[in-house]
């Protein structure tokens, strides 16, 4: 570390010592950070201020006068509000489950939830394509059980979107409520069931109170994570079900306007901070934000 | 397991646990089983068996090429990732920074903004003060969004354990690199290992940067798939995503085989 | 097996190549739009080319859209020299002062080429080496009346087995749009009936697709019965086997340029123009129609009557090819593409 070179000055006090090192320790992150990251998104989030004859309003109030663009804000945040409320349905659940069975089990459970993050998001899409499109996987078994009679499917319907982002999303609420849970002992439960109280009134008497740090947590990380999504939507959803993040895209490769591009990057990007922000300060007062969600690879 | 569950819990378990299998399995196993198809297209269930597409894959100069690309790619990014997002998770965690939450939501930022944004960004940014998309550019690219999963494992793993035994290595004496490699690098080890594992299948996975930042000579796989998708889509593609799921579960092997997953997941 | 025979021509050729190339130091960077699309590219023009010329040629795989994004990022300092586009953009592009023009003495096929192929090389829009027609694709095992108007699309009982293509997104689908739009009295000022039309069509349970993969998906599922597309993917799909036919409707078929453009501001123009002289070529421009179906804008190919019957071949068949003009096209593509969004969007 080049800290070490600094020698040892005793004389400043050990708060400064340890600023000092950590401002050591952070710096190639942190330049890495801002040249890399914070200055490119900066220059796209600048586009959305830049009118014909410099600042201006103008891009922005195209935006919100417009009942179309508000219509997607609208389905993006209905949308995410569902997913996020599927996933935590499914996964607290299953992360219960995962915090009370033994190692082996638990890393099964884990796996099974993070493998399709592990596959490009390209090919995890076409898969539920091929599943939900007219004749496709689902379309064959819901015939084969007789429940419709003709092909059908759920490709370019919400529902769709739904489903096929819940897959993608479920590993950041089980693995964040599962944080949570793993630290909460047992015992306590355990204790509670020994005096009398039954399975389901520990679970909501102690379990879930307890874990609420968790459930809130994992459901800002997905809902963040779900409004920032473009492929999966894009390509289940289809063009008649524009949301956000891909009316970003288009604006930028489609309609080639960067500047309105800027404009939705920038609304994008101050919801995403406002969820992730009491996130992060949250996951904190845990001491663990940094745990939880870790596997987000291969989300886009 | 916890004893008292009654009955009905029990099969309300089973039931999720096997809908969730279904759930998370029957797209990949779809995109797998396609991969075999003797038919000239991704359709299922597929028409005929062989084995012709991965024939077809290994045969076909583009994709061997595009393989070769994304390694070297995210075999750099790692080492790069993990060298860089170490220590930025040893000062997030351990020391206490003002505005230390600000600070990480900023670092863990890349994580929630939707990647088109930074990769569109990233592209104007090469080409107005540099030379365009490189190899390079792209590795710094991938760089930005793998940092924030070794920031989270290092940061996770060092969480949980104990900042007082480097402390207490400092008072007795041991000047500061001495502390970091024999107290805080032993610890950190399988978040370390954990986030090298994330930043590699991040890298090697990703297609939103590296499809802004093209430049000559340098496709990685999920970029020639893309195009495959795009063009004529046909099951060389399937053959390649079901190779890219074996690396991975390969990696995980691997991961299990030297340092557990317990400790890892 | 005929594909990987391909492939291993090409890497011998690959391998080969830079031999040559090393002894001359010259580099020509091209776009070209991947799949097998890219690897006729190469056999047709950029291989022999290279062995011509003693230059070597990189190619970048991006789609026009993707190559119009990186030009215009790249305004300052573009790594292309010679780009490839398609419908539209290269007008865009042109417009934007990101291509530069070519005089036609500087095209020793210049006087080969219809005139529409050449109409902007002045202006910096670069000459069509081929063009695809837009019309009718049908399934001919589910359709008994094959379709022979724009106006056949509208049959309620077709319900979702109708593909109506993305006209925001994709070229080929807003070409289609303007069809629409001029048999129901629109033209390019006014592409209201067009819209209705469409609406429609949307009502009657159409379904819409917006990338040609999934034209190809529902064909070879069988859930689309007719689709409002272009000629060369009709003949993409019969070659995979699949029962479908193109019809140049009465009112005639549009035609989508493809065009090969040189890239303003690039030290080695010399290279460049003759690049795009040699892709003009009657050989590539029959080679393209030969090998994926697209129309030769040279008039001097030569086809078999087989291969003429399945594109657009000869003076009076080009003549009812139906021209949108690119830069009216230019200037409103984008207030269509908001209007388009908002018909589409439930």
Same mark, same amino acid.
């Given at each position: 570390?080049?800290?070490?070179?600094?020698?040892?000055?005793?004389?400043?006090?050990?708060?400064?010592?340890?600023?000092?090192?950590?401002?050591?320790?952070?710096?190639?992150?942190?330049?890495?950070?801002?040249?890399?990251?914070?200055? @490119?998104?900066?220059?796209?989030?600048?586009?959305?201020?830049?009118?014909?004859?410099?600042?201006s309003?103008?891009?922005?109030?195209?935006?919100?006068?417009?009942?179309?663009?508000?219509?997607?804000?609208?389905?993006?945040f209905?949308?995410?509000?569902?997913?996020?409320?599927?996933?935590?349905?499914?996964g607290?659940?299953?992360?219960?489950?995962?915090?009370?069975?033994?190692?082996?089990?638990r890393?099964?459970?884990?796996?099974?939830?993070?493998?399709?993050?592990?596959?490009?998001?390209?090919?995890?899409?076409?898969?539920?394509?091929?599943?939900?499109? @007219?004749g496709?996987?689902?379309?064959?078994?819901?015939?084969?059980?007789?429940?419709?009679?003709?092909?059908?499917?759920?490709?370019?319907?919400?529902?769709?979107?739904?489903?096929?982002?819940?897959?993608?999303?479920? @590993?950041?609420?089980?693995?964040?409520?599962?944080?949570?849970?793993?630290r909460?002992?047992?015992?306590?439960?355990?204790?509670?069931?020994?005096?009398?109280?039954?399975?389901?009134?520990?679970?909501?008497?102690?379990?879930?109170?307890?874990?609420?740090?968790?459930?809130?947590s994992?459901?800002?990380?997905?809902?963040?994570?779900?409004?920032?999504?473009?492929?999966?939507?894009?390509?289940?959803?289809?063009v008649?079900? @524009?949301?956000?993040?891909?009316?970003?895209?288009?604006?930028?490769?489609?309609?080639?306007?960067?500047?309105?591009?800027?404009?939705?990057?920038?609304?994008?990007?101050?919801?995403?901070?406002?969820v992730?922000?009491?996130?992060?300060?949250?996951?904190?007062?845990?001491?663990?934000?940094q745990?939880?969600?870790?596997?987000?690879?291969?989300?886009? | 397991?916890?004893?008292?569950?009654?009955?009905?819990?029990?099969?309300?378990?089973?039931?999720?646990?096997?809908? =969730? =299998?279904?759930?998370? #399995?029957?797209?990949?196993?779809?995109?797998?089983?396609?991969?075999?198809?003797?038919? +000239?297209?991704l359709?299922?269930?597929?028409?005929?068996?062989s084995?012709? !597409?991965?024939?077809?894959?290994?045969?076909?100069?583009?994709?061997?090429?595009?393989? !070769?690309?994304?390694?070297k790619?995210?075999?750099?990014?790692?080492?790069?990732?993990t060298?860089?997002?170490?220590?930025?998770?040893i000062?997030l965690? !351990?020391?206490?920074?003002?505005?230390?939450?600000? #600070?990480?939501?900023l670092?863990?930022?890349p994580?929630?903004?939707?990647?088109?944004?930074?990769?569109?960004?990233?592209?104007?940014?090469?080409?107005?003060?540099?030379?365009?998309?490189s190899?390079?550019?792209?590795?710094?690219?991938?760089?930005?969004i793998?940092?924030?999963?070794?920031?989270?494992?290092?940061?996770?793993?060092?969480?949980?354990?104990?900042?007082?035994?480097?402390?207490?290595?400092?008072?007795?004496?041991?000047?500061?690199? +001495?502390?970091? !490699?024999?107290? =805080?690098?032993?610890?950190?080890?399988?978040?370390?290992?954990?986030?090298?594992?994330?930043?590699?299948?991040? %890298?090697?996975?990703?297609?939103?940067?590296?499809?802004?930042?093209?430049?000559?000579?340098?496709?990685?796989?999920?970029?020639?798939?893309? %195009? +495959?998708?795009?063009? %004529?889509?046909?099951?060389?593609?399937?053959?390649?995503?079901?190779?890219?799921?074996v690396?991975?579960?390969?990696?995980?092997?691997?991961?299990?085989?030297?340092?557990?997953?317990?400790?890892? =997941? | 097996?005929?594909?990987?025979?391909?492939?291993?021509?090409?890497?011998?050729?690959?391998?080969?190549?830079?031999?040559?190339?090393?002894?001359?130091?010259?580099?020509?960077?091209?776009?070209?739009?991947g799949?097998?699309?890219?690897?006729?590219?190469?056999?047709?023009?950029?291989?022999?080319?290279?062995?011509?010329?003693?230059?070597?040629?990189?190619?970048?795989?991006?789609?026009?859209?993707?190559?119009?994004? $990186?030009?215009r990022?790249?305004?300052?300092?573009? $790594?292309?020299?010679?780009?490839?586009?398609?419908?539209?953009?290269?007008?865009?592009?042109?417009?934007?002062?990101?291509?530069?023009?070519?005089?036609p003495?500087?095209?020793?096929?210049?006087?080969?080429m219809?005139?529409?192929?050449?109409?902007g090389?002045?202006? &910096?829009?670069?000459?069509?080496?081929?063009?695809?027609?837009?019309?009718?694709?049908?399934?001919?095992?589910?359709?008994?009346?094959p379709?022979t108007?724009?106006?056949d699309?509208?049959q309620?009982?077709?319900?979702?087995?109708?593909?109506?293509?993305?006209?925001?997104?994709?070229?080929?689908?807003?070409?289609?749009?303007?069809?629409?739009?001029?048999?129901n009295? &629109?033209?390019?000022?006014?592409?209201?009936?067009?819209?209705?039309?469409?609406?429609?069509?949307?009502?009657?349970?159409?379904?819409?697709?917006?990338?040609?993969?999934?034209?190809? $998906?529902?064909?070879?599922?069988?859930? /689309?019965?007719?689709?409002?597309?272009?000629?060369?993917?009709?003949?993409t799909?019969?070659?995979a086997?699949?029962?479908?036919?193109f019809?140049?409707?009465?009112? &005639?078929?549009?035609?989508?340029?493809i065009?090969?453009?040189?890239?303003?501001?690039?030290?080695?123009?010399?290279?460049?123009?003759?690049?795009?002289?040699?892709s003009?070529?009657?050989?590539?421009?029959?080679?393209w129609a030969?090998?994926?179906?697209?129309?030769?804008?040279n008039?001097?190919?030569?086809?078999?009557?087989e291969?003429?019957?399945?594109?657009?071949?000869?003076?009076?068949?080009? /003549?009812?090819?139906?021209?949108?003009?690119?830069? $009216?096209?230019?200037?409103?593509?984008?207030?269509?593409?908001?209007?388009?969004k908002?018909?589409?969007?439930?």
């Amino acid at each position: 570390m080049g800290g070490a070179t600094a020698g040892r000055p005793r004389g400043f006090s050990v708060a400064w010592r340890r600023h000092k090192e950590a401002l050591v320790l952070i710096a190639p992150g942190a330049l890495v950070l801002v040249l890399a990251f914070l200055f @490119p998104v900066g220059h796209i989030l600048v586009l959305g201020f830049l009118g014909e004859e410099g600042v201006s309003l103008e891009h922005y109030a195209a935006f919100f006068v417009d009942d179309y663009y508000l219509g997607v804000v609208g389905r993006t945040f209905r949308l995410a509000f569902v997913i996020t409320a599927c996933c935590l349905l499914v996964g607290f659940p299953l992360a219960y489950l995962a915090a009370r069975v033994g190692p082996r089990a638990r890393i099964l459970l884990i796996l099974l939830v993070i493998l399709p993050l592990m596959t490009s998001v390209v090919i995890r899409t076409f898969g539920w394509l091929v599943v939900l499109g @007219p004749g496709g996987v689902l379309s064959d078994f819901l015939q084969a059980i007789g429940l419709t009679g003709a092909p059908t499917g759920l490709l370019h319907t919400e529902t769709g979107i739904v489903i096929a982002m819940v897959q993608v999303l479920l @590993p950041f609420m089980v693995l964040t409520v599962l944080g949570v849970l793993q630290r909460q002992s047992a015992d306590l439960e355990e204790a509670a069931r020994t005096m009398g109280a039954s399975f389901w009134r520990v679970l909501r008497t102690v379990t879930l109170p307890l874990s609420v740090p968790g459930i809130v947590s994992g459901s800002l990380i997905v809902f963040a994570l779900s409004i920032s999504s473009f492929i999966t939507p894009t390509l289940v959803g289809g063009v008649r079900l @524009p949301v956000l993040a891909g009316s970003i895209y288009q604006a930028a490769t489609g309609s080639f306007d960067w500047n309105f591009a800027g404009v939705q990057s920038t609304l994008l990007l101050l919801t995403a901070l406002a969820v992730i922000i009491p996130y992060a300060s949250l996951m904190r007062r845990r001491t663990s934000w940094q745990t939880g969600a870790a596997p987000g690879a291969g989300h886009e | 397991m916890i004893s008292g569950v009654p009955a009905g819990a029990r099969a309300i378990a089973v039931i999720i646990v096997g809908a =969730v =299998v279904i759930f998370m #399995l029957v797209p990949l196993a779809v995109v797998v089983l396609s991969s075999f198809s003797a038919s +000239q297209f991704l359709v299922f269930p597929p028409r005929g068996l062989s084995l012709h !597409w991965y024939g077809a894959v290994f045969g076909d100069q583009a994709y061997v090429a595009a393989g !070769w690309t994304s390694l070297k790619l995210a075999i750099l990014v790692t080492a790069l990732a993990t060298l860089v997002g170490t220590p930025a998770a040893i000062a997030l965690t !351990w020391h206490r920074l003002p505005g230390r939450e600000i #600070l990480a939501g900023l670092f863990l930022s890349p994580l929630v903004l939707p990647t088109l944004i930074f990769g569109l960004g990233l592209l104007m940014v090469y080409s107005i003060y540099g030379n365009g998309p490189s190899f390079s550019g792209l590795v710094v690219g991938h760089l930005v969004i793998c940092i924030p999963f070794v920031i989270r494992t290092v940061g996770a793993v060092l969480g949980a354990s104990d900042p007082s035994l480097h402390e207490a290595a400092r008072t007795m004496g041991a000047n500061r690199l +001495q502390a970091y !490699w024999h107290v =805080v690098l032993p610890q950190a080890r399988p978040g370390i290992a954990a986030g090298a594992f994330f930043a590699f299948n991040i %890298s090697f996975d990703d297609a939103v940067v590296a499809l802004f930042l093209r430049a000559p000579g340098m496709e990685t796989l999920p970029i020639r798939i893309y %195009s +495959q998708l795009e063009f %004529s889509p046909d099951p060389s593609v399937a053959a390649v995503s079901t190779i890219m799921i074996v690396i991975t579960i390969g990696l995980v092997v691997l991961i299990d085989r030297f340092l557990g997953l317990r400790r890892v =997941v | 097996m005929g594909r990987l025979h391909g492939t291993l021509g090409v890497a011998l050729a690959a391998l080969l190549v830079p031999a040559i190339a090393v002894a001359q130091e010259k580099t020509l960077i091209i776009n070209s739009f991947g799949g097998s699309y890219e690897e006729h590219h190469r056999r047709l023009v950029i291989e022999p080319f290279e062995k011509e010329f003693g230059v070597r040629v990189e190619v970048v795989t991006a789609y026009s859209g993707d190559t119009l994004a $990186q030009l215009r990022a790249q305004k300052e300092n573009p $790594q292309f020299d010679v780009v490839h586009l398609s419908g539209g953009l290269e007008t865009i592009a042109a417009t934007d002062g990101l291509l530069a023009p070519i005089k036609p003495e500087e095209l020793s096929n210049y006087g080969d080429m219809y005139p529409f192929a050449v109409a902007g090389i002045e202006d &910096g829009i670069g000459p069509m080496y081929s063009t695809a027609a837009i019309g009718l694709l049908y399934n001919t095992e589910m359709v008994k009346t094959p379709p022979t108007s724009w106006k056949d699309l509208m049959q309620p009982e077709l319900g979702s087995h109708l593909l109506v293509t993305d006209a925001a997104s994709n070229t080929y689908g807003m070409l289609a749009m303007l069809m629409m739009n001029q048999v129901n009295g &629109g033209d390019l000022g006014d592409v209201t009936p067009g819209l209705d039309f469409v609406k429609q069509l949307l009502d009657n349970g159409a379904t819409v697709v917006s990338k040609s993969p999934e034209i190809q $998906q529902n064909f070879a599922q069988g859930t /689309a019965w007719i689709a409002a597309y272009a000629q060369d993917y009709a003949f993409t799909l019969t070659s995979a086997g699949l029962p479908v036919k193109f019809v140049q409707p009465s009112e &005639g078929a549009a035609f989508a340029p493809i065009t090969v453009n040189l890239v303003a501001g690039r030290p080695n123009r010399d290279l460049a123009v003759k690049f795009i002289d040699f892709s003009i070529r009657a050989e590539a421009s029959a080679g393209w129609a030969e090998a994926l179906r697209y129309s030769p804008t040279n008039r001097t190919v030569e086809l078999s009557d087989e291969l003429a019957a399945e594109v657009i071949y000869g003076e009076e068949a080009v /003549a009812k090819l139906v021209g949108f003009d690119p830069v $009216q096209i230019g200037e409103s593509r984008g207030e269509w593409n908001e209007a388009w969004k908002r018909a589409l969007t439930k």
